[in-house]
């Protein structure tokens, strides 16, 4: 490989050969080296702590969280803001992941998006704002769509995050804050959609529930905030309000149907003996925590 790759395109001894392995032996090898992106994430642990507390203060003032990648790093963003409003009841625009090359490049290659630094930092004058954080994803950290688009972000105020996977990377000097999750060589060569974009997918998970427990979108280890939107997550929401205040089934689907299927508000109602106008009240008076009414 050239000696001025980035690292995450070097080939490696104890891979070569994958065309003439075991077809059992291949698999294991290839599942057997994400172990070292659960390890790259729990190195980067204490920056991260650091990235949710920031990130979380920002949404808590009004902000929004963006996430901006290319290829396999922006799909990754993508995934990780749409999952965000049904699993803790936010609205949509809360966070937001941007893909170089727009929608059309969740399912298929789009050709110089990532290249396109113009693209990156018209995105951020668009969308992003003072208040707002902004993570960018890459793991080569040469995306210029990404580098330019923090860049202008850090310029305009936003808390700026640069998630990569090579030191010293291009990204990493553009943001507040960079976090290196160092996975070294793929099994095959140069295919980071394999264990750096795992250690991307594993780094996304931990911060984005972090930020919404710290935001009150958690209640112990349950997902109050759940958005019950078909059979199984009404039947979830109906075991945590029964969890959650002992009633039976039949009382328990009452106060979530006066709630409008929201649990921390059939809960509140429950105990405390409210309509749902003052549960509502009181739940917002503790910024939306249950914790005080348990």
């Given at each position: 490989m ?10 490696r ?88 090359g727009?929608d059309?490049?969740?399912t ?28 960018g ?27 990569v ?28 959609r ?18 919404m ?45 006066a ?9 509140v ?26």
């Amino acid at each position: 490989m050239n000696d001025s790759a980035p690292h995450t395109e070097d080939r490696r001894g104890d891979s070569a050969g994958l065309d003439v392995l075991e077809t059992q032996e291949l698999v294991a090898l290839i599942a057997h080296d994400h172990e070292r992106a659960v390890l790259a994430v729990e190195r980067a642990a204490p920056g991260i702590a650091r990235v949710v507390d920031a990130v979380a203060a920002r949404l808590a003032r009004g902000g929004h969280l963006h996430y901006v990648g290319a290829g396999t790093s922006g799909r990754l963003g993508v995934l990780d803001a749409s999952e965000i409003p049904p699993t803790f009841g936010t609205e949509p625009g809360l966070v937001r992941g941007h893909i170089a090359g727009g929608d059309a490049a969740l399912t298929r290659a789009i050709e110089g998006a990532e290249d396109d630094g113009d693209a990156g930092a018209l995105l951020t004058d668009t969308l992003v704002t003072a208040a707002d954080a902004v993570i960018g994803l890459s793991a080569s950290g040469g995306a210029l769509y990404v580098v330019r688009a923090l860049e202008r972000a850090r310029a305009n105020g936003a808390y700026t995050v640069a998630i990569v996977n090579n030191a010293g990377a291009p990204l990493a000097s553009s943001a507040d804050q960079a976090i290196v999750l160092d996975t070294g060589a793929e099994v095959l060569a140069g295919s980071t959609r394999l264990t750096a974009g795992t250690a991307q997918k594993i780094a996304l998970n931990a911060i984005s529930t972090a930020v919404m427990v710290r935001l009150g979108k958690v209640y112990d280890n349950l997902m109050v905030d759940v958005v019950a939107s078909n059979a199984k997550l009404r039947a979830r929401a109906l075991r945590l309000v029964r969890l959650l205040t002992g009633l039976d089934a039949d009382m328990a689907q009452k106060m979530l149907d006066a709630a409008s299927g929201r649990v921390k508000i059939a809960v509140v109602m429950a105990r405390c003996h409210v309509d749902a106008a003052k549960a509502a009240a009181l739940l917002e008076r503790e910024h939306g925590s249950l914790r005080k009414f348990m």
